[in-house]
């Protein structure tokens, strides 16, 4: 069966993680998607691996491979007016243009809506940037750790009130661009959405930043209501919320709900000090977290892992192990979901890669085919489907 | 102008905590008619949560929680223990478009609300369920909470300082991720639907959705099967990557000194460059301890050391400004005040929503982070009370009159 967005033929001219991660979501749900590369070097992930035996190489970064699958190939040097023709050919025949170009170049290349809507009024065209394309920062340079740092969550990571010569301290991965990705995502089917029943494209464009300081969760609604500023050295205002050790590994301990700290006293076989009114319920256990941490700490340092999860999760207390990346691949759970999947490529080899974050019951989520090399689909794309003769593709690419 | 994108479009909000009024968030920001279906016998955990006007709480609508995520929906109360509450649920699904839940799995089919029910009421609908766990496999009723995600999906061991411990994200992460993609999800559906005619069901379990953005340190594993390990702030492919201590806030909150940091991320030898000269010390340009990215690498403690001698003279905002002017990226690593009130850009964009409400009075809210050239995007309304629209939804959406609406309120059935 065909995938949903089967009939959706997207542009992408993207870089690392957002765009890229945008038009894999649509991608994996049967889009086209020809992903535009500049000559030379291409795509920035095609640098950052991880790579196989740490060896770097453009045809094998998990990272590209992984945010490219199910993607056709093509390099075009939209700076250079026959190559930005190209584009605007391939943007005629869209329904949607998805980029990260930083705004600065958009402007130089002249990448923008109106002048792509003249000949496709149809087209979509999504633009996702760190801080959007307006506004005093729009020509602010950004990496995901500036991003992630100005979207107003890296402040709330760290060593806690314990460590405060510690910094705030960066979530492992590319969580910026990930975000801005499925942000954009959302927001470019709302305008495919929109023109199902208007006939007529639009300019989205979403701000990186924005995005991050949307799931402050509730920590940024503290300043207007409470004046109070909140960081990484804050208490949390209710426990136990903790990695803690256990003989072999970590855990996360966890009892939001009153019934769950019961349960969890029960577990540790009802030990006096839980009788303390200091401990009496979640608010009390934040005020009082030193005391409490230090029972706790010892307790749970005689456990194991996988044993204290299981009996925790038996009585609905929401623990959860620590996973290193060993133990996802090897969770008898996902195993049996089948979450992750195995994918051949080329030059790569095979390896297992995350799977579908959504099982759909009607419209399948599908790898179809692996990342592209660097202007594998140039001579199908330009050659077959717009048309040039080969002598034109010839010169061009003499041209870069 | 023409409609929201997703004006018409109704969703029987069965949500609660984070994860799923996430998801349904960013189908109100699109303009579609959210009905949240609560109940004051166990009310959404957010409404019990802090923060609270001046840190008192004040009821079930005071949460800024709450009201940060429940934005531009409404309210219906229904108290399923009673008579004739559920009748009124399955009323709301024949006309709604989308049905959404983070319900535990199972929880929604012992309530007589699963697919396969709901589809016997209408053919077409399209139905999410965003679990911890998923609908299937062994640990499938297990219990998730937003927190326990984090180290569940593998970013807590892939997170920490050098040689450290594993950490934290700082927030439950795995949920606005897990409403987002479920939000996506839902448009995929929605698009599938409106050419096809077909609906369906949708099993997102918030811990896989959560490893599809972690395929770094999964890939590392199963490329070369080894952990990663926690690098801090740092990155293999920039030096100096960091975050950096400024000068503190000059102005103390609740009596407290508030410290500042700036992140900087140096692209390449001559971001390095263009960065040595901005923090005054343009000789370190030719250094060879610094010329390359393997040099900076190896020598990358003593290079921090260096930008955070210069960064200590200065605020978190003119640092960035003055490594921004040199073309290099960095940021303040921004707080709550920060991003309120002293982020200009935001400002200038119109990110943020001030709408009154009737308990906390106007306060400000994150808004839309999204701009779109030709259908217009407005929040609409503040967070609903509990029950705010529940007599608005039963006449208006489901034909109820006057008189059965007391009956059933009566029966305590809308509590």
């Given at each position: 069966?065909?995938?949903?967005?089967?009939?959706?033929?997207?542009?992408?001219?993207?870089?690392?993680?957002?765009?890229?991660?945008?038009?894999?979501?649509?991608?994996d749900?049967?889009?086209?998607?020809?992903?535009?590369?500049?000559?030379?070097?291409?795509?920035?992930?095609?640098?950052?691996?991880?790579?196989?035996?740490?060896?770097?190489?453009?045809?094998?970064?998990g990272?590209?491979?992984y945010?490219?699958a199910?993607?056709?190939?093509?390099?075009?040097?939209?700076?250079?007016?026959?190559?930005?023709?190209?584009?605007?050919?391939?943007?005629?025949?869209?329904?949607?243009?998805?980029?990260?170009?930083?705004?600065?170049?958009?402007?130089?290349?002249?990448?923008?809506?109106?002048?792509?809507?003249?000949?496709?009024?149809?087209?979509?065209?999504?633009?996702?940037?760190?801080?959007?394309?307006?506004?005093?920062?729009?020509?602010?340079?950004?990496?995901?750790?500036?991003?992630?740092?100005?979207?107003?969550?890296?402040?709330?990571?760290?060593?806690?009130?314990?460590?405060?010569?510690?910094?705030?301290?960066?979530?492992f991965g590319?969580?910026?661009?990930f975000?801005?990705?499925?942000?954009?995502?959302?927001?470019?089917?709302?305008?495919?959405?929109?023109?199902?029943?208007?006939?007529?494209?639009?300019?989205?464009?979403?701000?990186?930043?924005?995005?991050?300081?949307?799931?402050?969760?509730?920590?940024?609604?503290?300043?207007?209501?409470?004046?109070?500023?909140?960081?990484?050295?804050?208490?949390?205002?209710?426990?136990?919320?903790?990695?803690?050790?256990?003989?072999?590994g970590w855990i996360y301990?966890?009892?939001?709900?009153?019934?769950?700290?019961?349960?969890?006293?029960?577990?540790?076989?009802?030990?006096?000090?839980?009788?303390?009114?200091?401990?009496?319920?979640?608010?009390?256990?934040?005020?009082?977290?030193?005391?409490?941490?230090?029972?706790?700490?010892?307790?749970?340092?005689?456990?194991?892992v996988l044993d204290?999860y299981r009996?925790a999760q038996?009585?609905?207390?929401p623990f959860a192990p620590v996973s290193t990346m060993g133990d996802l691949l090897n969770s008898e759970h996902l195993k049996a979901r089948g979450f992750f999947v195995e994918l051949?490529?080329?030059?790569?080899?095979q390896h297992r890669y995350p799977g579908a974050p959504v099982q759909y019951g009607?419209?399948p989520w599908q790898i179809?085919?692996?990342?592209?090399?660097?202007?594998?689909?140039?001579?199908?794309?330009?050659?077959?489907?717009?048309?040039?003769?080969?002598?034109?593709?010839?010169?061009?690419?003499?041209?870069? | 102008?023409?409609?929201?994108?997703?004006?018409?479009?109704?969703?029987?909000?069965?949500?609660?905590?984070?994860a799923?009024?996430?998801?349904?968030?960013?189908?109100?920001?699109?303009?579609?008619?959210?009905?949240?279906?609560?109940?004051?016998?166990?009310?959404?955990?957010?409404?019990?949560?802090?923060?609270?006007?001046?840190?008192?709480?004040?009821?079930?609508?005071?949460?800024?929680?709450?009201?940060?995520?429940?934005?531009?929906?409404?309210?219906?109360?229904?108290?399923?223990?009673?008579?004739?509450?559920?009748?009124?649920?399955?009323?709301?699904?024949?006309?709604?478009?989308?049905?959404?839940?983070n319900?535990a799995h199972g929880?929604?089919?012992?309530?007589?609300?699963?697919?396969?029910?709901?589809?016997?009421?209408?053919?077409?609908?399209?139905?999410?369920s965003l679990s911890g766990y998923g609908d299937t496999g062994p640990y499938s009723d297990f219990v998730a909470y937003g927190?326990a995600q984090v180290p569940l999906c593998g970013l807590s061991a892939l997170?920490?300082?050098?040689?450290?411990?594993p950490?934290?994200?700082?927030?439950?992460y795995a949920d606005?991720n897990a409403?987002?993609h479920g939000?996506?999800a839902?448009?995929?559906?929605?698009?599938?639907?409106?050419?096809?005619?077909?609906?369906?069901?949708m099993d997102m379990s918030q811990w896989e959705c959560a490893m599809a953005v972690l395929p770094e340190g999964i890939l590392e594993y199963t490329m070369?099967g080894r952990e990663p390990?926690?690098?801090?702030?740092?990155?293999?492919?920039?030096?100096?990557?960091?975050?950096?201590?400024?000068?503190?806030?000059?102005?103390?909150?609740?009596?407290?000194?508030?410290?500042?940091?700036?992140?900087?991320?140096?692209?390449?030898?001559?971001?390095?460059?263009?960065?040595?000269?901005?923090?005054?010390?343009?000789?370190?340009?030719?250094?060879?301890?610094?010329?390359?990215?393997?040099?900076?690498?190896?020598?990358?403690?003593?290079?921090?050391?260096?930008?955070?001698?210069?960064?200590?003279?200065?605020?978190?905002?003119?640092?960035?400004?003055?490594?921004?002017?040199?073309?290099?990226?960095?940021?303040?690593?921004?707080?709550?005040?920060?991003?309120?009130?002293?982020?200009?850009?935001?400002?200038?964009?119109?990110?943020?929503?001030?709408?009154?409400?009737?308990?906390?009075?106007?306060?400000?809210?994150?808004?839309?982070?999204?701009?779109?050239?030709?259908?217009?995007?407005?929040?609409?309304?503040?967070?609903?009370?509990?029950?705010?629209?529940?007599?608005?939804?039963?006449?208006?959406?489901?034909?109820?009159?006057?008189?059965?609406?007391?009956?059933?309120?009566?029966?305590?059935?809308?509590?």
């Amino acid at each position: 069966m065909a995938g949903a967005l089967a009939r959706l033929k997207v542009v992408e001219i993207g870089e690392l993680v957002s765009a890229p991660y945008a038009a894999k979501l649509m991608a994996d749900m049967g889009a086209e998607v020809i992903k535009v590369e500049r000559p030379g070097a291409g795509d920035a992930a095609r640098t950052r691996g991880p790579f196989p035996g740490g060896k770097p190489h453009p045809g094998q970064s998990g990272l590209f491979l992984y945010l490219n699958a199910n993607k056709y190939g093509v390099t075009l040097d939209i700076a250079q007016p026959e190559g930005f023709e190209l584009l605007e050919e391939l943007a005629a025949g869209a329904d949607v243009l998805i980029h990260n170009v930083w705004p600065p170049d958009m402007d130089r290349v002249g990448l923008n809506f109106d002048r792509l809507a003249r000949r496709n009024p149809r087209l979509v065209m999504t633009s996702i940037t760190p801080f959007g394309t307006t506004g005093p920062h729009r020509s602010w340079r950004s990496e995901d750790l500036t991003t992630w740092s100005s979207g107003g969550v890296c402040v709330l990571n760290g060593a806690g009130p314990g460590h405060p010569e510690l910094p705030p301290l960066k979530a492992f991965g590319s969580h910026a661009g990930f975000q801005a990705g499925v942000h954009g995502a959302v927001a470019t089917m709302g305008a495919v959405f929109a023109r199902l029943r208007s006939g007529k494209g639009q300019h989205v464009e979403v701000s990186a930043q924005e995005s991050l300081v949307s799931q402050n969760e509730m920590v940024f609604e503290y300043w207007p209501y409470m004046d109070v500023i909140a960081t990484r050295l804050g208490r949390k205002p209710l426990q136990p919320l903790e990695t803690m050790q256990c003989k072999d590994g970590w855990i996360y301990i966890c009892c939001v709900e009153e019934h769950q700290w019961r349960s969890f006293v029960a577990l540790m076989g009802n030990p006096e000090w839980a009788d303390e009114e200091i401990f009496a319920d979640r608010l009390k256990r934040g005020e009082n977290w030193e005391a409490l941490e230090i029972f706790l700490r010892e307790w749970v340092g005689e456990q194991t892992v996988l044993d204290l999860y299981r009996k925790a999760q038996a009585q609905r207390v929401p623990f959860a192990p620590v996973s290193t990346m060993g133990d996802l691949l090897n969770s008898e759970h996902l195993k049996a979901r089948g979450f992750f999947v195995e994918l051949a490529h080329p030059v790569a080899g095979q390896h297992r890669y995350p799977g579908a974050p959504v099982q759909y019951g009607a419209t399948p989520w599908q790898i179809r085919m692996p990342a592209p090399a660097l202007g594998q689909h140039n001579g199908e794309i330009f050659g077959q489907r717009l048309g040039l003769a080969r002598e034109r593709l010839d010169q061009l690419n003499a041209r870069g | 102008m023409a409609d929201a994108p997703l004006s018409g479009i109704r969703i029987a909000d069965f949500t609660w905590v984070w994860a799923g009024p996430y998801c349904t968030l960013q189908l109100a920001h699109l303009g579609a008619d959210v009905i949240r279906i609560e109940t004051a016998t166990r009310p959404c955990v957010t409404r019990m949560l802090p923060p609270w006007p001046g840190g008192k709480p004040a009821g079930l609508d005071s949460s800024g929680y709450y009201n940060q995520y429940n934005q531009g929906k409404r309210s219906l109360s229904l108290n399923f223990s009673k008579p004739g509450a559920l009748d009124l649920a399955r009323r709301l699904v024949a006309k709604s478009d989308v049905v959404v839940n983070n319900f535990a799995h199972g929880v929604m089919d012992r309530l007589g609300l699963g697919y396969e029910e709901l589809k016997k009421i209408r053919s077409d609908i399209i139905m999410i369920s965003l679990s911890g766990y998923g609908d299937t496999g062994p640990y499938s009723d297990f219990v998730a909470y937003g927190p326990a995600q984090v180290p569940l999906c593998g970013l807590s061991a892939l997170t920490g300082y050098v040689g450290g411990p594993p950490m934290h994200a700082g927030y439950s992460y795995a949920d606005p991720n897990a409403g987002v993609h479920g939000a996506f999800a839902i448009l995929t559906a929605l698009y599938h639907r409106e050419l096809t005619g077909q609906g369906q069901y949708m099993d997102m379990s918030q811990w896989e959705c959560a490893m599809a953005v972690l395929p770094e340190g999964i890939l590392e594993y199963t490329m070369n099967g080894r952990e990663p390990e926690r690098i801090g702030n740092r990155d293999p492919m920039m030096a100096p990557h960091g975050i950096f201590r400024c000068k503190d806030r000059t102005e103390k909150v609740l009596g407290f000194t508030v410290d500042q940091f700036v992140a900087v991320a140096a692209s390449d030898n001559a971001a390095w460059q263009r960065m040595a000269a901005a923090i005054g010390r343009p000789e370190l340009a030719g250094d060879s301890r610094f010329a390359t990215l393997n040099a900076r690498k190896a020598n990358e403690t003593e290079l921090e050391a260096i930008v955070e001698a210069w960064s200590m003279t200065q605020t978190a905002p003119q640092a960035a400004q003055i490594l921004q002017d040199a073309g290099v990226a960095a940021f303040v690593v921004a707080d709550n005040k920060f991003l309120s009130e002293e982020d200009e850009h935001l400002k200038a964009r119109n990110y943020f929503v001030n709408l009154p409400h009737p308990v906390v009075g106007v306060r400000q809210h994150c808004g839309i982070p999204w701009k779109m050239s030709e259908t217009p995007l407005a929040v609409r309304s503040s967070a609903p009370l509990l029950g705010q629209h529940t007599d608005e939804v039963l006449a208006q959406v489901l034909g109820l009159s006057e008189a059965e609406i007391k009956t059933l309120r009566e029966a305590g059935a809308l509590q």
